[in-house]
C-alpha cells in the first residue's frame, strides 16, 4: 500500500531527478488519456504505467511509493535497484547517464568506512580486481566516493549469482 497520494507521487518523482522534465509532461499526458483526462487515483496506477514506459523501475516505484525520492544516483550513476548484500557491500545495477552502460556498483556501507581496516581492504579488492583481465573474471572499471559513500564501479553481468544457484540446485559435486 503506497505511502502517498498520485500528487504527491509525480511531486517525489520531480524532486528524485530519475525523469528530466518533458519526459515526465509527456508521461503525465499519456496516464491522462489512459484514464480520461484525470490522473489516476491511485498512486500505484502511475507507478505501473511509468514502469511500462521505462521511465523508472520497480525499485524506483518502490521507493517512492513509500515517501523517498533521494538515494536514486551515486556520483553520476543513476541506480537502478538492489542487487544483492554481501558480507562487506550491497551491490546496485546502475547506468552510467550518458552512456547507457549497465553497471554494478559495489558499496561499502558508511558504517565501515569509519573502521580503516574496512576501507583498506575494500581499495585492496578494487585493485585486485582491476589488475586481472580475462573474459571470464568481471572488471572494475573505477573507484570513488561522494562523501562517506565509496564504492567500486564494476562490468554487470546479467545471471544468477553463486548463492542462488546452491540455493536452488544444491552443492555443487566436483
Given at each position: 500500500m503506497a505511502k502517498v497520494d498520485s500528487a504527491r507521487f509525480l511531486e517525489l518523482v520531480k524532486r528524485s531527478k530519475l525523469v528530466e522534465q518533458d519526459r515526465l509532461d509527456a508521461a503525465v499526458a499519456v496516464c491522462r488519456e489512459r484514464n480520461e483526462a484525470e490522473l489516476p487515483a491511485k498512486a500505484e496506477t502511475i507507478a505501473d504505467q511509468f514502469i511500462e514506459s521505462g521511465l523508472i523501475t520497480r525499485w524506483h516505484a518502490d521507493k517512492l511509493l513509500d515517501g523517498k525520492?533521494?538515494?536514486?544516483?551515486?556520483?553520476?550513476?543513476?541506480?537502478?535497484g538492489h542487487i544483492g548484500t554481501g558480507g562487506m557491500s550491497s551491490v546496485y545495477l546502475s547506468e552510467h547517464p550518458i552512456m547507457r552502460r549497465p553497471v554494478a556498483i559495489k558499496v561499502l556501507p558508511k558504517t565501515r568506512v569509519s573502521k580503516s581496516s574496512y576501507l583498506e581492504r575494500f581499495e585492496l579488492e578494487a585493485r585486485a580486481v582491476a589488475a586481472l583481465d580475462h573474459?571470464?573474471?568481471?572488471?572494475?572499471?573505477?573507484i570513488d566516493n561522494e562523501g562517506d559513500t565509496h564504492y567500486i564501479v564494476m562490468e554487470y553481468v546479467e545471471g544468477r549469482d553463486f548463492q542462488r544457484i546452491v540455493e536452488h540446485e544444491g552443492p555443487l559435486s566436483f
Open positions: 525520492y533521494k538515494g536514486f544516483f551515486l556520483g553520476k550513476y543513476k541506480l537502478l573474459p571470464n573474471i568481471v572488471r572494475a572499471y573505477d
